[in-house]
T-cell receptor, first 112, second 112 residues
Framework: GESVGLHLPTLSVQEGDNSIINCAYS??????FIWYKQESGKGPQFIID?????DKRQGQRVTVLLNKTVKHLSLQIAATQPGDSAVYFC???????????FGSGTRLQVQP | ETGVTQSPTHLIKTRGQQVTLRCSSQ?????VSWYQQALGQGPQFIFQ???????GRGNFPPRFSGLQFPNYSSELNVNALELDDSALYLC???????????FGEGSRLTVL
């Protein structure tokens, strides 16, 4: 079936470095993508989203890149801080579907 | 803080019992979705409610049922609990048709 997956289960970076979290998806009909951050014991928190008619979108310290040709999504975090330590999920949705389909998550560890 | 509140935050049940989880959506949101998140995995879509009716369902058996009330709050009911139902149950609210979901902090269910 269709799935959303992540390349790396754990990413460890030094404080102040830039982080890149990758995500592959297989549903060619996906037209909406979203990144969530989940801290331990909490619910997922919205970071940034992007529609399939765009290939880049920027927020505060975060950038999402979408490559529809290879069905790849990435989240870039600039100047990573200890507070960025969490599990990051990408999720996708296609037109007409009610559900977001989540990947299994990447744990980001920020070393001081 | 998303404005989505869930109760209870933690509960323990035994196999065969029934459980009801509650969710109050963010003010103005008319759609509620429920997700199950097993330990170490991404959230899995259970179902969505809009205008007090279920309008989308994931791959969950009929013993998972729900309700949405006129004030858009919602309940998730699970009958005949099984050990594998142990998980974090997440409620998310949104505007109908919107991609972004706003999640609550979840209800942690343990089935013994």
């Amino acid at each position: 079936g269709e799935s959303v997956g992540l390349h790396l289960p754990t990413l460890s970076v030094q404080e102040g470095d830039n982080s890149i979290i990758n995500c592959a998806y297989s549903n060619s009909a996906s037209d909406y993508f979203i990144w969530y951050k989940q801290e331990s014991g909490k619910g997922p928190q919205f970071i940034i989203d992007i529609r399939s008619n765009m290939d880049k979108r920027q927020g505060q310290r975060v950038t999402v890149l979408l490559n529809k040709t290879v069905k790849h999504l990435s989240l870039q975090i600039a100047a990573t801080q200890p507070g960025d330590s969490a599990v990051y999920f990408c999720a996708e949705k296609s037109a007409g579907r009610r559900a977001l389909t989540f990947g299994s998550g990447t744990r980001l560890q920020v070393q001081p | 803080e998303t404005g989505v509140t869930q109760s209870p935050t933690h509960l323990i049940k035994t196999r065969g019992q029934q459980v009801t989880l509650r969710c109050s959506s963010q003010s103005g949101h008319n759609t509620v979705s429920w997700y199950q998140q097993a330990l170490g995995q991404g959230p899995q879509f259970i179902f969505q409610y809009y205008r007090e009716e279920e309008n989308g369902r994931g791959n969950f058996p009929p013993r998972f049922s729900g309700l949405q009330f006129p004030n858009y709050s919602s309940e998730l009911n699970v009958n005949a609990l099984e050990l594998d139902d142990s998980a974090l149950y997440l409620c998310a609210s949104s505007f109908a048709g919107a991609g972004e979901l706003f999640f609550g902090e979840g209800s942690r269910l343990t089935v013994l």
